[in-house]
């Protein structure tokens, strides 16, 4: 059984630092790539950063410089750190592994 934890969110001033983590079980980790979504109300799910098993990256164009995806394949866990964030950052972060594998989700709060 494939499972999903993301930890990490809370609640930041705009200009603050925050650090996700998703620790992954039930799945060859160093065998897939893997993604960080986030989703608010109303809007459709985003893909904001992807890492690919040789740790290539991708970034959407309003996280770029800001945040940085990374994983350690010994602890089975894959990082998102976000720095500079803003109060358009807020969302739910979700961890995705391809193709249908997702976390619960951890709430991200930006303050003005």
């Known amino acids: 059984q494939v499972q999903l934890v993301e930890s990490g969110g809370g609640l930041v001033q705009a200009g603050g630092s925050l650090r996700l983590s998703c620790a992954a079980s039930g799945i060859f980790f160093s065998g897939n790539a893997m993604g960080w979504y986030r989703q608010t109300p109303g809007k459709q799910r985003e893909l904001v950063a992807s890492?690919?098993?040789?740790?290539?990256?991708n970034y959407t164009d309003s996280v770029k410089g800001r945040f940085t995806i990374s994983r350690d394949n010994a602890k089975n866990t894959v990082y998102l750190q976000m720095n500079s964030l803003k109060p358009e950052d807020t969302a739910v972060y979700l961890c995705y592994i391809p193709p249908i594998f997702w976390g619960q989700g951890t709430q991200v709060t930006v303050s003005s």
């Open positions: 890492i690919t098993r040789g740790g290539s990256t």
